[in-house]
């Protein structure tokens, strides 16, 4: 185990109905780094994964969006699945959250479904994102310039497809977290 993310503490901002694998694997990868990583959510308590429509395993909130700062994470990840993203998208304090994160030019990785949150966050605009087929369109629409590969980073933006993908996605965050701040990554804040 090396400690590439030693001293570093990642915001993991989901809610329920996250993708397991999505929030999970990137979990493991952070931490078997060094890495601290910490559930951000709209509520306390416990929230409830899926894999793929089916439920999955719950994980502890560490931190509400009450209580979370960017100005206390050195990076943040925004895991997918098909609820999680549109509970988020629609909170302002998620918005604010996440829309931070790029004015302090901190690294921001997200998976799937998961850019839906930086469409709303107003950050994607003239970035080279990929994300799940189904929200391309709307990435393109918000101003991004969308490929179709596993992994594709844009200043210290990481983006990634699906679980498929996840072994390219984790090594390249982990890789991007560890660079810490990119001078680029306010731009579009």
Known sequence: MTQRLANKTVAILAADGFEEAELFSPKEAIEQAGGKAVVVSIKGGEIQANRHRE??????????????????????????????????????????????????????????????????????????????KNIRTDLANAGAKVRDEPVVVDQGLVTSRTPDDLEAFNAKIVEEFCEGKHAEQARSA
């Open 55 to 132: 439920h999955g395993k719950s994980i502890h909130v560490d931190v509400t969006l009450d209580e979370a700062k960017a100005d206390d994470f050195n990076a943040l990840l925004i895991p997918g699945g098909l609820f999680s993203p549109d509970a988020l998208r629609i909170q302002q304090k998620a918005l604010d959250f996440v829309h931070d994160f790029f004015a302090q030019k901190k690294p921001v990785a997200s998976i799937c479904h998961g850019p839906q949150v930086l469409i709303d966050a107003d950050v994607v605009a003239g970035r080279q994102m990929t994300s799940v």
